[in-house]
């Protein structure tokens, strides 16, 4: 097996500069590391996670924290990020996190997140933690500063902590401003139910920029066009086709709170015999790798880049470089395709 020893003697240099240079200290010139790294690589040699823990106090491993794991949004930044951290050396533990208000059948949400804060992350097995769409309490936070971890927060302001946030009232009167662009007045909305009113109330923040363009219109809105879904394409589908049955009112353009559920929308028109855009355009939010597929006008919010953005936070902030505790607004753009188009006369609602 090779030695740290033998990286030394091939690299010519000490072990103790060995060890700085794979730990990736600053003290090491350039010109070092590159031999050193180069000798590691020609001789096989992978430094003990055990080891180096003790040597330098770190794991080399990052607490990525999430609400929910089968959701695509979470896992497009996931993929984002761990591929930075793995390309910096570091491993990523997932800590599934419900929201507060949920319940499991066998416990509460509620007593789990106190448990993840005042005994999990307690064992100190990650050297930072990035926290998605999780609004943290002072007593938490107060947890996470006596453990000495670095934290950012991506989906919102977490005070005291540089956090990564998207301007989701923005995003939402930007869609609707686009439908409206397109003569449309008769403008439905598909958000989220009351479950889902979690941490940064996400669903009620963009249905406030929905409501503030239809009134900069001149048009009041119709709660009636408002309907709630699962954030699912089928939750979607199933609310979709409930809108359209619906006699009291007559839209021509949807815009749904996600991308999936914009889908299901697409769906829901489809099978009631409507045709995407003629008789109803339909837009979403997120930037799905489905959006293309399905012709489908969204504001992309860039997912992957977010979870780029927040790892580069933390290796920053690990590098010593100081993250300073702002709220930093993420980059989003508008996507035209297919799904939107000049509104057509009203039609007849249709039953299914």
């Not at 992309?300 to 580069?312: L, N, S, T």
């Not at 930093?328 to 939107?340: D, G, I, K, M, N």
Request: with cysteine; hydrophobic share 45%; aromatic share 6%.
């Amino acid at each position: 097996m090779t030695t740290i020893q033998r990286v030394a003697d091939l690299a010519g240099v000490s072990t103790a500069t060995v060890s700085r240079s794979l730990a990736g200290k600053s003290s090491v010139s350039p010109a070092t590391k590159e031999r050193v790294e180069a000798a590691a690589k020609e001789l096989g040699y992978v430094v003990s996670s055990a080891a180096s823990s003790l040597a330098s106090g770190r794991t080399r491993n990052i607490g990525f924290i999430l609400p929910d794991l089968d959701s695509w949004f979470f896992m497009a930044v996931l993929k984002g990020a761990q591929r930075m951290l793995a390309d910096a050396g570091y491993d990523v533990t997932l800590y599934h996190l419900p929201a507060a208000n949920g319940l499991d059948v066998d416990e509460p949400g509620t007593a789990r997140r106190a448990r993840l804060f005042d005994e999990i992350l307690r064992r100190q097995r990650c050297d930072a933690l990035i926290a998605v769409n999780l609004e943290l309490d002072e007593r938490e936070r107060e947890a996470l500063r006596e453990l000495g971890r670095c934290l950012v927060g991506l989906g919102g302001p977490v005070h005291g902590v540089h956090s990564l946030g998207l301007d989701d009232t923005a995003v939402a009167y930007d869609a609707t401003t686009h439908l409206l662009s397109l003569g449309h007045t008769a403008i439905a909305h598909i958000t989220g139910d009351a479950e889902f009113e979690r941490d940064f109330a996400m669903p009620a923040t963009r249905r406030a920029g929905y409501e503030s363009a239809l009134a900069e219109a001149g048009i009041e809105s119709d709660p009636l066009l408002v309907r709630t879904a699962d954030f699912t394409i089928a939750g979607a589908y199933e609310a979709t086709k409930q809108l359209l049955a619906d006699p009291h009112v007559h839209p021509t353009a949807v815009f749904a709170a996600s991308d999936e559920m914009a889908i299901g929308a697409i769906l829901a028109a489809r099978d009631l015999g409507l045709s995407v855009p003629e008789d109803l355009s339909v837009m979403g939010v997120d930037g799905h790798d489905l959006a293309d597929f399905f012709g489908l006008t969204t504001i992309d919010q860039y997912p992957e880049q977010q979870g780029q953005r927040v790892a580069e936070l933390v290796l920053s902030e690990l590098a010593g470089e100081g993250v300073e505790a702002v709220v930093e607004r993420l980059p989003y753009a508008l996507v035209q395709r297919s799904s939107t188009s000049i509104a057509p006369p009203l039609h007849s609602p249709i039953t299914p």
